[in-house]
């Protein structure tokens, strides 16, 4: 079964930092676009970046210089490392993928999410 698998969520203050994981598994044969989505009670779920299979990030505007996306082909997993947190940071976050699998392609699966809180 293939599957996303966050980790790393947690409670910061404001100003500090987490590191998310993402790691896929399963008959997976490869993976294409990598991404981080959020979800904020009550709100619509945004993306927040997105990195290609070269390591090329693009960043949602209000994570730009606070955020950084990276990945690890040889393990299948993508990390998002968040600085200066703030608590409209606070959020559920998902990891989202593009994969091959033995199955065929799964565009855009997603994770079950991991939550981030940020107090004042």
């Known amino acids: 079964q293939v599957q996303l698998v966050e980790s790393g969520g947690g409670s910061v203050q404001t100003g500090g930092s987490l590191r998310l994981s993402c790691v896929a598994s399963g008959s997976i044969l490869g993976i294409g676009v990598m991404r981080w989505y959020r979800q904020a009670p009550g709100k619509q779920r945004e993306l927040v970046a997105s990195?290609?299979?070269?390591?090329?990030?693009t960043y949602a505007d209000f994570v730009k210089g606070r955020f950084t996306i990276a990945r690890d082909n040889v393990k299948n997993t993508v990390y998002l490392q968040m600085l200066s947190l703030k608590p409209e940071d606070t959020s559920v976050y998902y990891c989202?993928?593009?994969?091959?699998?033995?199955?065929?392609?799964?565009?855009?699966?997603w994770g079950q999410g991991t939550q981030v809180t940020v107090s004042s």
């Open positions: 990195i290609t299979v070269g390591g090329r990030g």
């Open positions: 989202n993928a593009d994969l091959r699998t033995l199955g065929g392609r799964l565009d855009g699966r």
